[in-house]
T-cell receptor, first 111, second 114 residues
Framework: DVKVTQSSRYLVKRTGEKVFLECVQD?????MFWYRQDPGLGLRLIYF???????EKGDIPEGYSVSREKKERFSLILESASTNQTSMYLC??????????FGPGTRLTVL | SQQGEEDPQALSIQEGENATMNCSYK?????LQWYRQNSGRGLVHLIL?????REKHSGRLRVTLDTSKKSSSLLITASRAADTASYFC??????????????FGKGTHLIIQP
């Protein structure tokens, strides 16, 4: 079974803090994705990566950066957290164009 | 930009009845996927249908795809209380190669009344 894990289920940070959200997958998937989910807006793609050290912007990359130093790990970074980044963050991975496997999500609150 | 749109936004039925949800999208796709999300949890993949397929079954799930109408439907037969969840369609755009993220609709919230 594919397993995608995220470092925290719940996280509370203060405005202006630098925040790291970690995602690890154990199936040697080449592609990894970060989404955020907000009520009434559904899931929106922030960034994705199709190889180590490669990254592509999604629909809403502003205020975020990512890092992929190893194939199994994809980090989402909020350089200076703001209250409008309070959201549920979901990581996913896959191979090619196939099914994306999602982690359990991190609910981030920025105060 | 929102590619998939589910309809209805919310659906409440009695246990044992069938539930049908629809999804419309705007541009050509490689495939369309349906996911389920229980409250506050991650998404669970249900079924993937490719653009050259018209119907697919998996257990109590039946998915249809009509590329001429740019629409898909998800049918859950003999619903159970455990089917209560939000259901999302997601499209993988036919962007000519490489992997892109999925574009999700806003979901249908399904409630199964015991």
């Amino acid at each position: 079974d594919v397993k995608v894990t995220q470092s925290s289920r719940y996280l509370v940070k203060r405005t202006g803090e630098k925040v790291f959200l970690e995602c690890v997958q154990d199936m040697d998937h080449e592609n990894m994705f970060w989404y955020r989910q907000d009520p009434g807006l559904g899931l929106r793609l922030i960034y994705f990566s199709y190889d180590v050290k490669m990254k592509e912007k999604g629909d809403i990359p502003e205020g975020y950066s990512v890092s992929r130093e190893k194939k199994e790990r994809f980090s989402l970074i909020l350089e200076s957290a703001s209250t409008n980044q309070t959201s549920m963050y979901l990581c996913a991975s896959n191979i090619g164009l196939d099914t994306q496997y999602f982690g359990p999500g991190t609910r981030l609150t920025v105060l | 930009s929102q590619q998939g749109e589910e309809d209805p936004q919310a659906l409440s039925i009695q246990e044992g009845e069938n539930a049908t949800m629809n999804c419309s999208y705007k541009t050509s796709i490689n495939n369309l996927q349906w996911y389920r999300q229980n409250s506050g949890r991650g998404l669970v993949h249900l079924i993937l249908i490719r653009s050259n397929e018209r119907e697919k079954h998996s257990g109590r799930l039946r998915v249809t795809l009509d590329t001429s109408k740019k629409s898909s439907s998800l049918l859950i037969t003999a619903s159970r209380a455990a089917d209560t969840a939000s259901y999302f369609c997601a499209t993988d755009l036919n962007s000519g190669g490489g992997a892109d993220g999925l574009t999700f609709g806003k979901g249908t919230h399904l409630i199964i009344q015991p």
